[in-house]
């Protein structure tokens, strides 16, 4: 029985020690220590888009007849890309373009009717003022006299009705004219042409093929209008301003790191993924992009001479502007609440107050880590 109290006692005791040990032993930990030069980014993800992109198609249906390019051509401004059919709008144009001719002639007719009118009207002015003299003084009779004034005046009413003919044949002429710049509009509509210097994208049919108005035929870009845009969490989207410097990292050449500057903030964040939209201009971009590649960007927002970074994995109830860490002050581990600032692109967040002096912040929280229990911070590699 004695051998049995000894036995238990000792296996209390060694309990004991154990729960001490294991409850009382100095936890080694890390802190965040101050660091100089610090650089303050935002990291995004995005892919490489066009800011110049056209869908293009024709301005009326019709069967296509042929491609004058395909997808990754280089087209220059009034370049034709594409045709339609246009046998029935050219005999069309030929129609107007015969009414034109007709009209013209018609005109010259009426041109001719003018100057005869004339030349009667003059005529007639002539022999009435003859009569008018001779019945003055009395050498012929005052009928003969009457009759060349009647002749005058119909003469001159001739005049006018030739004159009111070539106006009417004018206002034809100029009905024709705008018909056959109608038409002839809708025949070059029949062919595709190229609005600016641009990179085909994506040829959307084939000849052959009936399209309607307005279907897009050919996807353009403009290469010069090549840019990234990138989503960003709305959480620190609140430093962004135009022009921030940004560097740029596309998934086929993840060794080299590009350059570019904010050129454009969205009005309007996803409603959904809660991000904002940003688009950045590459400066040192290679010549060859391609739409949709996956691209990252961190932006950087600013500078710290030294800051306090912590990260915010350490922080416990973060609402963007406060929370609570883990410090070790005399040795002993307590429970702290700061305020916090910026954040940059690797998870942590700038303490600006609220850190008691001669605390450090725990940067990797231990198990066991209890309100003053004894702690030991370890050597920073």
């Known amino acids: 029985m004695r051998r049995v109290w000894l036995f238990g006692l000792l296996a209390a005791l060694a309990i004991a020690a154990g729960f001490l040990f294991l409850t009382e032993r100095p936890l080694t930990v890390t802190v965040a220590q101050p660091e100089s030069d610090v650089a303050l980014r935002i990291y995004g993800l995005g892919t490489v888009e066009a800011r110049i992109l056209s869908r293009v198609g024709f301005e009326v249906g019709g069967a296509l007849t042929a491609f004058a390019v395909d997808a990754g051509d280089r087209v220059a401004p009034g370049q034709e890309m594409a045709s339609l059919h246009a046998a029935e709008q050219e005999a069309r144009v030929a129609r107007a373009r015969a009414a034109v001719a007709a009209n013209e002639a018609n005109l010259a007719k009426a041109d001719a009717a003018v100057v005869r009118a004339r030349a009667v009207l003059a005529q007639r002015e002539a022999a009435n003022r003859r009569q008018q003299g001779l019945a003055q003084r009395d050498v012929t009779s005052i009928q003969r006299a009457e009759e060349a004034q009647r002749d005058q005046d119909v003469a001159r009413a001739d005049l006018a009705v030739a004159e009111a003919d070539v106006a009417v044949i004018r206002a034809q002429g100029m009905d024709a004219a705008a018909a056959l710049r109608q038409e002839e509009t809708l025949l070059a509509h029949h062919r595709l042409i190229a609005p600016y210097d641009a990179l085909v994208v994506a040829r959307h049919a084939e000849a052959g093929t009936v399209v309607k108005a307005g279907d897009p035929v050919l996807t353009l870009i403009d290469p010069a209008s090549i840019w990234i845009q990138a989503y960003v969490d709305e959480e620190r989207a609140g430093q962004l301003s135009l022009g921030q410097p940004g560097t740029i990292r596309l998934r086929s050449q993840p060794a080299a790191e590009f350059h570019g500057t904010i050129g454009r903030i969205g009005i309007e964040s996803d409603r959904v993924n809660e991000e904002r939209r940003v688009w950045l201009t590459c400066s040192d971009c290679p010549a060859e992009m391609f739409l949709g590649e996956q691209a990252e960007v961190r932006i950087l927002t600013g500078t710290r001479a030294s800051a306090l970074m912590v990260p915010e ?15 070790v002050a ?4 307590t429970r702290a609440e700061l305020t916090f600032g910026a954040r940059d692109d690797r998870g942590r967040v700038e303490v600006t107050a609220g850190l008691p002096e001669g605390a450090a912040i725990v940067a990797r929280v231990p198990k066991g880590a209890a309100e003053g229990r004894r702690a030991r911070i370890a050597e920073a590699p």
Do not use: K, M, P
């Open 330 to 333: 005399d040795g002993r581990l």
């Open 313 to 327: 994995l350490a922080i416990t109830g973060f609402d963007g502007h406060r929370g609570t860490v883990w410090t």
